[in-house]
């Protein structure tokens, strides 16, 4: 038995070797289409690459600047690769120009209990 993050795990084998990661990204009003020629270009690559099982931008209801990319990679070997992409290379340093602050990013282990 493990204990991960206060939750009983029985089995070890049943977290899983998939990597979901969601970042959290503040927009700065005035760059909201900048923000959305980068993701636009972004997605579908990201989409397209190996391993890349789900990659989702989400925009808070409340909060119209908030927005969460959320991520599913088949395993770390993946997540690497995406991070080396062209695409993620030449798209990313640029959403340092249209975000507020910093952008939060957590990646997870998927646990099926």
């Not at 975000?99 to 939060?104: F, L, Y």
Request: some cysteine; charged content about 25%; aromatic content about 6%.
């Amino acid at each position: 038995t493990q204990s991960h993050g206060g939750i009983r795990i029985q089995d070890p084998q049943k977290m899983s070797t998939n990597v979901a990661i969601i970042a959290q990204l503040r927009i700065k009003p005035d760059k909201a289409e900048d923000f959305g020629r980068i993701m636009k270009e972004l997605i579908p690559a990201s989409r397209a690459e190996p391993g890349c099982l789900r990659y989702d931008l989400i925009q808070s209801m409340e909060h119209t600047t908030l927005y969460f990319v959320n991520e599913l990679w088949l395993d770390d070997k993946a997540v690497q690769a995406h991070y080396s992409s062209d695409a993620f290379s030449r798209l990313v340093p640029q959403l340092g120009e249209v975000v507020s602050e910093p952008a939060v990013i957590n990646q997870c282990r998927i646990i099926d209990l």
